[in-house]
């Protein structure tokens, strides 16, 4: 009899970087302790950048200041990966799972958060590829469409993906994306010659892949979490 896998999935629309940040923590605590199921968050974030945890400030290109001018926060986070920027029509997936469990490793489970971008992509008629050795993430071309930055301790996941549907792409001319100077960012819009539907529909579609890719069969979808409210948060 075959293994069933459940996961919960939390579609959380908009939310405050920070908030998100310290619902991860809570989980992650939980999901440790046995508490939970494997979860994943699923939600987009107001102009956002987040550093990881090697504080790579040069591939920041222009002052803090600058960046709160023009309505974007800056974040520093314990994640991998290198600066990276967040915001609305993206769509965000941050894994709270067991590799345990699911019996993947650090490296396999990387692959397979690039796998379940290419796939998404290729619904859309584009061919997306991992990068070369050292380039994480997922790219068309020359050109990287989604970002993977990941935190595992205790064998616990945190942190995740970025997926770019159609975000306003200006945003990543004030870093060096990822740290990587000669490369270009894409957009699914950009990429695509189908016409896209809602970001919500894209965003359940990157979850079924993730989905596939990690062997979940059993998906407990939940809208809105009253976790979410900020009594919980603080």
């Keep these: 009899m075959k293994l069933q896998r459940s996961i919960e999935i939390w579609k959380m629309g908009i939310v405050n970087y ?10 992650f605590s ?3 302790g046995g508490k939970i199921l494997d979860t994943v968050l699923s939600l987009q974030h107001p102009p956002t950048y987040t550093l990881g945890k090697r504080r790579t400030y040069h591939n920041l290109l222009v002052p803090e200041a ?22 609305p029509r993206q ?12 019996g993947f490793g650090a490296r396999k489970y990387v692959e397979g958060l690039e796998s379940a971008m290419i796939e998404l992509a290729a619904l859309y008629g584009v061919k997306a590829h991992t990068g070369k050795v050292g380039e994480t993430g997922v790219w068309v071309g020359d050109r990287k469409i989604g970002a993977i930055g990941v935190r595992i301790s205790s064998g616990i996941t945190s942190h995740g993906l970025a997926f770019n549907i159609d975000p306003d792409l200006s945003y990543f001319k004030h870093i060096v994306p990822c740290g990587i100077s000669d490369k270009g960012v894409t957009s699914l819009r950009r990429e695509t010659k189908m016409e896209l539907p809602s970001d919500e529909v894209i965003h359940e579609q990157l979850i079924q892949c993730l989905a596939r890719v990690f062997r979940f069969s059993d998906l407990q979808w939940k809208q809105d979490p009253l976790s979410l409210e900020t009594s919980e948060l603080k």
Excluded at 18 to 27: G, I, S, V
Excluded at 91 to 102: F, H, M, T, V
């Design 91 to 102: 769509a965000i997936l941050y894994p709270i799972i067991s590799l345990r469990d699911i």
């Design 66 to 87: 600058d960046l709160k001018a023009m309505g974007a926060e800056l974040h520093y986070t314990e994640r991998g990966g290198d600066i990276t920027f967040h915001g």
């Design 30 to 32: 939980d999901r440790k």
């Design 18 to 27: 920070l908030d998100a940040l310290k619902l991860q923590e809570r989980l």
